[in-house]
T-cell receptor, first 114, second 112 residues
Framework: ETGVTQTPRHLVMGMTNKKSLKCEQHLGHNAMYWYKQSAKKPLELMFVYSLEERVENNSVPSRFSPECPNSSHLFLHLHTLQPEDSALYLC?????????????FGPGTRLTVT | RKEVEQDPGPFNVPEGATVAFNCTYSNSASQSFFWYRQDCRKEPKLLMS???SGNEDGRFTAQLNRASQYISLLIRDSKLSDSATYLC?????????????FGAGTRLFVKA
């Protein structure tokens, strides 16, 4: 199944690096999401975009910067990260951002900050 | 207190057993409820939505109790392939938009 794809799948970066995570959905959905999943913790919703407009920002540090150039693509720009930012970053999409709709997840990017 | 709470387990059961998970939520404004399944080192996938009247999908039955603010998942005739982490998900409208809150998950191991 390739409804939601994410690249890269693995990323190791130093604290002074700048990198970007990419997500693409092929489902014709209008809403896209970034989540963070740390070991032994629940998924944490970071950002929600609806039709390229950010509709939710859950107090995420500014070292994470999302970008949604169109309804099929979502980026997460990373700079000056901390080791505690090491986690699995999951992208998801849904038909629209209403709570009623199922979210489809990508395979995630496993990020390690050294 | 976490908004969505689950027993982390692990639940270790033999094949063929029936196992039940509960999940409690604290916000009475919660509107939608789901069970997702997450295999080791994989992304979550929707198992089933949970409706007020309860719903069944094969060996899986989900129920919602709004008065007591909990949802449950019952798995009958467990298979080895049911081994996974089961995530309780609650969604509602927040002040800035929509909020989707995941529980930390309940781990299930089904053994031969």
């Amino acid at each position: 199944e390739t409804g939601v794809t994410q690249t890269p799948r693995h990323l190791v970066m130093g604290m002074t690096n700048k990198k970007s995570l990419k997500c693409e959905q092929h489902l014709g959905h209008n809403a896209m999401y970034w989540y963070k999943q740390s070991a032994k913790k629940p998924l944490e919703l970071m950002f929600v975009y609806s039709l390229e407009e950010r509709v939710e920002n859950n107090s995420v540090p500014s070292r994470f910067s999302p970008e949604c150039p169109n309804s099929s693509h979502l980026f997460l720009h990373l700079h000056t990260l901390q080791p505690e930012d090491s986690a699995l970053y999951l992208c998801a999409s849904s038909q629209n951002p209403s709570p009623s709709y199922e979210q489809y997840f990508g395979p995630g990017t496993r990020l390690t900050v050294t | 207190r976490k908004e969505v709470e689950q027993d982390p387990g692990p639940f270790n059961v033999p094949e063929g057993a029936t196992v039940a998970f509960n999940c409690t939520y604290s916000n009475s404004a919660s509107q939608s409820f789901f069970w997702y399944r997450q295999d080791c080192r994989k992304e979550p996938k929707l198992l089933m939505s949970v409706y007020s009247s309860g719903n069944e999908d094969g060996r899986f039955t989900a129920q919602l109790n709004r008065a007591s603010q909990y949802i449950s998942l019952l798995i009958r005739d467990s298979k080895l392939s049911d081994s996974a982490t089961y995530l309780c998900v609650v969604a509602r409208r927040g002040t800035g938009g929509f909020k989707t809150i995941f529980g930390a998950g309940t781990r299930l191991f089904v053994k031969a």
